[in-house]
Structures are given as C-alpha cells and as structure tokens.
C-alpha cells in the first residue's frame, strides 16, 4: 500500500479530530471487535430506541428502554456531528467516560454514521489508518439493502483493508455475519451498486435510505455515492447535508450531471487504486465541496 495513502487514513478531519480526548482514545482497546463492542455499548440507535424492548432488544441487549428518560426520546443525531461532541456528552452523562455497563438512561441516541465517525476518530488518535464508508447493508432486511455506514481500518501485517461494523451486537443476536472483519461481498459498496443500477443490472428499488419517505433507487444511491466520496477524503458529512448543486433534486438530475456521477462512481468502486485522481476532483471540483447551508447562500 502506498505510504502516502495510509498516512491520508491516519489524519483526521472536523468529524474525527479527537481534540482534548485524544488521551482518552488512545487508553481504549486496540483490539477492534474489543473496541467495537466497547463503543456500541456507549449508545442506543433510534430505531432500538423507537422499539423498546422487542426484536433485536427483546433480551435487552441494548439495555432496558423502559429506563430512557422520556424527555430525551429523540435522536440526538444532530447535537453531536463530530466525535468530540460525543465524548463530550458521553463524559457529560457518566465522568468515566467509555465503560462497560454503561447505564441505559446514560447513552446517546445516535445513528450508524455516528458510531462510524467515533470509531474512526479512536483509530486515527491511535496513529492507525482507518475510514469510514457508507453504503448500504443487505443484511437487516431479507430482500432490500438499507444505507449504512461502517468502517475499515488498515492492517499493516496482512497488507489489506479490514471492513468491520460495530454499529449493534450483531453476533450476539445471532445474525449470520462476521462483523469485525466483513468480506467484500456482505456489504453494497455505494459506487458499485450506484453503476449497477445505471447500467440495467440491478433493481434500484432494491437500495433504501431510511428517511421515512420510501426513498430508494438512484436518488438514494447518488447520496450515498457523494456521502462515501466525502468520507474518503476525510470529510464525514452528516445527513442533513450535501453538494449544494445537488441538494433537494437527486430525483431530478440531468443525464449529463449521471455521467459525471458515473465517472466518480467508477473511481470509487478503487478508492486506493484511483486515490491520486479522486484528490484531484476533491481538490479541484467545487461542485461536490460546496454543501448546502440553512445559513448560507451559495
């Protein structure tokens, strides 16, 4: 693996910058399913939290949610965007910090970009080479592949890219997937999943982004496309941001702006591979560095 690339995954970026807890990630584990199950144990995800105490919390795995204060049934996705803000919190609600046996009332109600983003941030304060990716999982719902985020850290023994998701306790639910170190084929990488639909092979209704609208096909995938090309380059941006070209018309896109995605998707299905050229349109293309703004105009 080139050097230059691996140091690119050591640097952080506004999500992942450690700032005054970077002594902190660095005491916590080295060993990533360890360090996974550590930091799933720091939080809640809205849907457990919106189900209570049935399906994948029906042995109370995730905690006993009868106990979550009633005044904080939200998802505080958008209170914490960066890995600081949710040390800070976690800090905040329990001065240990990361712990075992983290009290239910005590966690953060958070989605999968943000246990990417932590667990990306921890690595990175470690001097490892690590980065999240989004994409979409096809192994929560049978017959549907639903957006995701996870993660993959650099093993420099084996030469290769880990890919792992601490986002739940999937193993101990017993779902068939070797979570901490996932083989290619387990998840849909966005950039190829974005071209199979664009060239008739694959059923675009198949790809779903959980926003409640049934949201699914090319404009889901052209997210999760931009969504994976920003966290390559370091840049983790949350949900309620995109390119502001793009923003509140992925369904109405040119065929002209399609192929200019399609030549982004075909650079990313290698991120490694096309690492200096993608550089060069993260470095160059204002298009997809400009974001949409409430506050703003661009």
């Known amino acids: 693996m080139d050097r230059r690339i691996l140091e690119h995954y050591r640097e952080t970026g506004p999500f992942t910058y450690a ?7 660095r005491s916590l584990p080295d060993d990533i399913p360890a360090l996974g199950r550590l930091v799933c144990g720091q939080v809640i995800h809205r849907v457990t939290l919106a189900q209570g105490n049935r399906n994948a919390n029906a042995t109370l795995l995730y905690g006993d949610m009868e106990r979550y204060p009633w005044h904080r049934m939200r998802c505080e996705d958008d209170l914490f965007p960066t890995a600081a803000a949710m040390a800070a919190e976690l800090f905040r609600l329990d001065g240990r910090g ?52 996870i993660n993959q850290v650099y093993r420099e023994k084996e030469g ?13 639910c017993g779902m068939p997937l070797c979570q901490y170190d996932m ?39 052209v997210r999760y496309l931009v969504y994976d090309f920003h966290a390559l380059m370091n840049h983790e941006i949350p949900y309620t941001f995109l390119p502001a070209y793009l923003d509140g018309r992925l369904d109405k896109l040119t065929e002209g702006e399609l192929r200019e995605l399609d030549a982004l998707a075909e650079l990313l299905t290698d991120p490694d591979g096309n690492f200096q050229a993608l550089c060069k349109i993260w470095d160059g293309e204002r298009k997809f560095r400009i974001l949409n703004s409430p506050l703003v105009q661009n």
């Open 19 to 25: 700032g005054a807890y970077g002594e902190c990630f």
């Open 98 to 149: 990361f712990i075992g046996g983290r009290q239910v009332e005590h966690k953060l109600v958070v989605t999968c970009r943000y246990v990417s983003v932590l667990m990306s941030a921890i690595l990175k304060a470690k001097g490892i080479p690590a980065r999240s990716r989004a994409g979409f999982a096809p192994y929560f719902q049978e017959g549907a592949s639903m957006d995701h985020w």
């Open 160 to 172: 290769r890219w880990v890919t792992f998701d601490a986002d739940g306790f999937y193993e101990e």
């Open 183 to 221: 083989p290619g084929d387990s998840f849909d990488w966005a950039a190829a999943a974005y071209l199979a639909v664009r060239r008739g092979e694959a059923d675009g209704r198949r790809y779903l982004y959980a926003d409640g609208l049934g949201t699914c096909g090319i404009p889901a995938l």
